[in-house]
């Protein structure tokens, strides 16, 4: 610039003393006024080749152009990066350079990495280690180039939406593009959810773990309140100087995406998108208009998708209840677990609708099912609502867990109206069964699997009431906040304590071990039972800190057994969400080693379904473990979906069968035979059983016919705290209860 400044002084002073050349002045100070352009607004940057054309090295700002590792382009060769159609200009360029040792190149275009670029270049050939090598320099000038990106996100985009018509695999292409282009480095797209006043992150460019931990994240409404301002009025937003996860970025756009772009009226918006650039991009008028139009033509093909995902909805709308049918239902459910939202499934089933159409004809039943669906629509506000059968209702909450017990109540509210229909008052009643995302599982087909088992129990129960997916969640909506702050304090207050139920081993018929499992011992509410409040530390997230104090007690007793010559083994269940939010084995290894306490007296129990639908991410944890010589037991099972390749693969001593298929195994021939079949798959695995739930004599007996190897249960013993397991162990060794 200080060349450039004293060129024009020392050409102007000439030039004064001339009055009559005063239109050599304006053609001189334009020239420089270029010369200044070009100086600010051109990137330079450069390549090393060998004789053979072959990549040696590369600056950093090479890289940077093209999102490129350091060593990427490391013995690539440089033709490959040019189209066929410039191949020739390339080895014609290079022939001159080899001939002159210099030569220039202008508007080529080089395309690496998907990235494509306008550049010039200059190569120039010296001396090396007695070898000829080949500098290229690269340029590009950023003031010509905005202009030539923005048409080819133009191009892109609208061949994009002619192709794709799903509104997420559009979005994520969007990103790459407007990311390929040249002209920013990074994006997302967020949905805005007015209901529940939130923004959330959805799609992002890769799945690696940084985004999968950004796409969980929530931001507050307000905290975007004055963009969100300008972008319901269908304006973008550039911003400068923009700080995101961590980074400064010098250039942000911000833009809207409705659902039905109409001019002159308010549109709902529905997402913004949002991409950053690490160089400081000044658009121009002309760039600026071509960014609108961009922004009005995608949201014109998103709206174009949207409408005819609402003409596909209107098909499938039921005619009586003008609710959306299963099909809808199921797809609603997918969506939202895309987005990674919190949400339950409500299966809401009409009880004894089958007397009212006997008694009161087919009419009336279609009356009963228009008037219950009038009232779920009009009073769970913010909830998906949708008739999936004859006297079924599939029903989706969004939000946290005391927001969606309200609206849980809503429904049973139900139960107290005597509904009238053609001048007859009938009292109609629901059955409701819930399941929980991502709690109960993480697809939909089990979502609404266990949502349905649910409602099987409520109908078992005699019906009009509700039950979890979770059977232990038997708690009332209105008992969660008070419960959740009292076993928050309840940490403090030390109130959780470890009891310990006996395990018999059935050869032998000694006491093969115990299972540790949580009490609360509540100041205020006394001994609580483990269904009322272990839920509620899962979903509260503060299963994590109990956990921590479970394993801290269980191995200080194990401890304390092991210096009383109390010689046997503990168990004790480490729950998913310990497994999934830390490295629950690194913690568990690292206390027994400082408590100097025997691996082989400590079993760690998996619940099946937990395990089965984390295999990937909890198999090294459990490796881990059996490496060091602690025992996997898998819990709870044959209520999951283990298949027998993986059982054989997975590092586990035992199969611990769920209490539901013993205690009805003398008068279910359904649950003797999976018993059975449990009991036969592990022998063939060379894998141990143990049976749990076992209250009588007569199941202990048929047990042992059946040939399990271990049985826990009242019959032998209820869990005890450890001060009383000492005397229990004397007794029964003196009794030999079997």
């Known amino acids: 610039m200080i060349d450039i400044q004293n060129d024009f002084l020392n050409k102007a002073n000439y030039i004064i003393e001339d009055k009559n050349k005063l239109n050599e002045l304006k053609l001189i100070t334009n020239d420089l006024i270029l010369k200044c352009i070009e100086s600010i607004d051109v990137e330079e940057a450069t390549l090393i080749l060998d004789e053979n054309l072959n990549i040696t090295d590369s600056d950093d700002i090479f890289n940077k152009w093209f999102n490129l590792g350091k060593d990427y382009l490391l013995g690539k060769n440089i033709k490959e990066f040019f189209s066929k159609e410039l191949q020739d200009v390339i080895i014609v ?101 007015k209901d529940l006043k939130r923004v959330i992150p959805i799609i992002t460019l890769n799945e690696e773990k940084e985004d999968i931990e950004f796409k969980k994240q929530v931001f507050d409404y307000n905290y975007f309140q004055e963009i969100l301002d300008l972008l319901i009025n269908k304006e973008e937003v550039i911003a400068d100087n923009i700080e995101f996860k961590g980074k400064k970025y010098r250039k942000a756009v911000i833009f809207p995406v409705f659902n039905k772009w109409e001019y002159g009226k308010d549109n709902d918006i529905e997402y913004a998108v949002l991409v950053y650039s690490e160089k400081n991009i000044n658009f121009n008028d002309e760039e600026l208009i071509l960014l609108k139009e961009i922004i009005y033509k995608l949201n014109i093909a998103i709206a174009d998708i949207f409408i005819k995902e609402q003409t596909n909805i209107l098909l499938s709308t039921d005619t009586l209840t003008n609710l959306p049918k299963r099909e809808i239902f199921i797809k609603e459910i997918e969506r939202l677990i895309k987005e990674d939202v919190s949400f339950a499934v409500a299966i809401v089933d009409i009880n004894k609708l089958k007397k009212v159409n006997s008694v009161l004809g087919f009419w009336a039943g279609d009356k009963a099912i228009k008037k219950i669906a009038d009232y779920l629509k009009n009073n769970l506000e913010k909830s998906f609502v949708s008739r999936i059968g004859g006297d079924e209702f599939g029903v989706i909450i969004k939000g946290e867990k005391s927001e969606i017990f309200k609206m849980l109540d809503k429904i049973l509210a139900f139960n107290n109206e005597i509904v009238k229909i053609n001048g007859s008052g009938v009292y109609l009643s629901l059955s409701v069964g819930v399941s929980f995302f991502p709690d109960d599982s993480k697809t939909k087909e089990n979502l609404i699997i266990k949502a349905e088992r ?99 007690k269980v191995l200080k007793d194990i401890k304390e057994f092991e210096n009383k010559d109390i010689n046997f083994i503990i168990s004790m269940n480490v729950s998913g969400i310990q497994l999934l939010s830390q490295n629950i084995a690194l913690k568990l290894l690292d206390r027994i080693k400082e408590l100097n306490i025997k691996k082989d007296k400590i079993i760690v129990e998996i619940t099946e379904s937990v395990l089965m639908e984390n295999i990937d991410f909890i198999l090294p944890q459990i490796e881990l473990l059996k490496k060091e010589g602690i025992k996997i037991e898998i819990d709870d099972f044959g209520t999951g979906y283990s298949s027998l390749a993986y059982l054989k693969k997975l590092p586990i001593s035992a199969l611990k069968i769920d209490m539901t298929f013993v205690k009805d195994i003398l008068k279910d021939e359904e649950d003797e035979q999976i018993v059975k079949a449990i009991i036969s798959m592990a022998k063939s695995l060379n894998k141990k059983t143990i049976a749990e739930g076992a209250e009588t004599k007569e199941i202990v007996d048929e047990l042992k016919k059946l040939g399990v190897d271990y049985i826990q249960g009242y019959y032998f013993a209820k869990p005890m705290p450890k001060e009383k397991l000492k005397n229990f162990l004397e007794n029964f060794i003196k009794n030999k209860r079997g």
């Open 454 to 552: 649910a409602l099987s129990i409520t109908k078992k129960k005699g019906g009009i009431g509700i039950s979890y997916a979770n059977e232990n969640l038997t708690i009332l909506p209105k008992d969660y906040l008070d419960l959740e702050k009292e076993l928050k304090e309840a940490i403090e207050n030390n109130e959780y304590e470890m009891y310990y139920q006996p395990i018999v081993d059935v050869d032998k018929n000694i006491i093969w071990g115990a299972e540790a499992l949580l009490r609360w011992n509540s100041k205020k509410r006394g001994l609580v039972s483990p269904g009322r409040f272990i839920p509620i530390l899962e979903e509260s997230g503060l299963i994590n800190e109990v956990g921590d104090v479970i394993i801290e």
């Open 93 to 193: 360029f290079f022939e001159k350079l080899k001939k002159k040792k210099f030569h220039q190149q202008k508007n080529l275009i080089i395309k690496i990495n998907n990235i494509e670029e306008m550049v010039n270049i200059e190569g120039k050939i010296f001396r090396f280690n007695d070898k000829n090598c080949i500098i290229l320099s690269f340029t590009k000038k950023i003031i010509e180039s905005n202009i030539y990106k923005l048409k080819k996100i133009e191009e892109e985009t609208a061949n994009l939406v002619v192709r794709i018509k799903d509104f997420n695999t559009v979005m994520k292409e969007v990103l790459k593009i407007f990311v390929n282009s040249g002209l920013f480095d990074l994006g997302w797209v967020a949905k805005i959810d």
